[in-house]
């Protein structure tokens, strides 16, 4: 597995280079390598769409980041790219982080505006 930082720093142990849209992936099965390079799988991106990511859960094939906006998919595809990493909603930003849920690969989550919005891999 990978350990993955959502809205962390751009370089790693500066906290002036905070991101609240950058999220950072460890290198497989090694929670303290975080620098990407030609021969591990650590890795960094950062989305745009919103102004901050609000919270994300594991959703068992796939792991949903919200931002205060949209949503996204992450699924690991392997070397060389790791992950993919695929806006899946606009206008559907997460209320807060504790307001996202995954059940059987299904998410659901309410939304800054109010309502209630899921996502299903499909």
Not at 2 to 20: E, P, R, V, W, Y
Not at 77 to 98: A, R, Y
Request: aromatic share 12%; net charge neutral; with cysteine.
């Amino acid at each position: 597995g990978h350990l993955i930082h959502l809205g962390t720093q751009t370089t790693i142990g500066s906290a002036d280079t905070q991101d609240k849209m950058f999220i950072r992936f460890s290198h497989q099965e090694d929670r303290t390598d975080y620098t990407p390079t030609s021969t591990n799988t650590a890795g960094t991106f950062r989305i745009d769409a919103g102004t901050r990511i609000v919270g994300g859960v594991n959703a068992g094939t796939y792991t949903l980041v919200l931002t205060n906006t949209a949503a996204y998919a992450i699924r690991f595809v392997g070397p060389p790219f790791t992950f993919s990493i695929e806006q899946v909603g606009s206008n559907c930003g997460l209320m807060s982080q504790h307001s996202v849920i995954a059940i059987n690969g299904v998410v659901y989550w309410m939304g800054q505006a109010g309502g209630f919005y899921l996502y299903n891999n499909r």
